[in-house]
Antibody, heavy 119, light 108 residues
Framework: EVQLVESGGGLVQPGGSLRLSCAAS????????MSWVRQAPGKGLEWVSS????????YSADSVRGRFSIFRDDPKNTLYLQMNSLKAEDTALYYC????????????WGQGTLVIVSS | EIVLTQSPGTLSLSPGERVTLSCRAS???????LAWYQQKPAQAPRLLIY???NRATGIPDRFSGSGSGTDYTLTISRLEPEDFAVYYC?????????FGGGTQVEIK
């Protein structure tokens, strides 16, 4: 069974840092593009960042570029999001998602980890 | 950067009705990488349609997608009680994955 379990969220002050993790199981993690998507309270979905396979190239949304970094550890089956210089507007539920290998779409999602940026 | 606009923001419908949701791109999409997701309260999104018109695994055939250029549509042929949710479109290119603002389908 495919599982994605996010962790690492919490309350952090503006300007602080946080590292999110997404532990994957039930599939060949290294063969899939992986992404982070966030959802602010009561708002819609916002794509944050994606990373390719292997020494895959990564991309990030303009809103987080230069502050957030996505990376992966394939032997550990884990996806990460390093978040620096956090702002109040980064407050959201952060989901990790797996890109299907046979379709351009994210076919499995975790349940999310909540990040609150507040003083 | 392509912007996706979904309309309407909210639809109030009854079970059994047919519903058509719109996703309009600010410029024509040069690939077919347009997906639709369903999200219910306190749940993660679920992939419904990928590459404009292909149903994801396990998605009932009452869901269908179509479109080209700047205009894309998700149709639910006959609303079931479990279909009341928020629906998002998403466009993928190599360097991003822009979402639309979502359409909420609520019970009338």
């Amino acid at each position: 069974e495919v599982q994605l379990v996010e962790s690492g969220g919490g309350l952090v002050q503006p300007g602080g840092s946080l590292r999110l993790s997404c532990a994957a199981s039930g599939f060949t993690f290294g063969s899939h593009i992986m992404s982070w998507v966030r959802q602010a309270p009561g708002k819609g979905l916002e794509w944050v960042s994606s990373i390719g396979t292997g020494r895959g190239v990564s991309y990030s949304a303009d809103s987080v570029r230069g502050r957030f970094s996505i990376f992966r550890d394939d032997p550990k089956n884990t996806l990460y999001l390093q978040m620096n210089s956090l702002k109040a507007e980064d407050t959201a539920l952060y989901y990790c998602a797996r890109r299907s290998r046979v379709a351009v779409g994210d076919d499995y999602w975790g349940q999310g980890t909540l990040v609150i940026v507040s003083s | 950067e392509i912007v996706l606009t979904q309309s309407p923001g909210t639809l109030s419908l009854s079970p059994g009705e047919r519903v058509t949701l719109s996703c309009r791109a600010s410029q024509g999409l040069t690939n077919n990488y347009l997906a639709w997701y369903q999200q219910k309260p306190a749940q993660a999104p679920r992939l419904l349609i990928y590459e404009v018109s292909n149903r994801a695994t396990g998605i009932p055939d009452r869901f269908s997608g179509s479109g080209s250029g700047t205009d894309y549509t998700l149709t639910i042929s006959r609303l079931e009680p479990e279909d009341f949710a928020v629906y998002y479109c998403q466009h993928y290119i190599t360097s991003s994955g822009t979402f639309g603002g979502g359409t909420q389908v609520e019970i009338k």
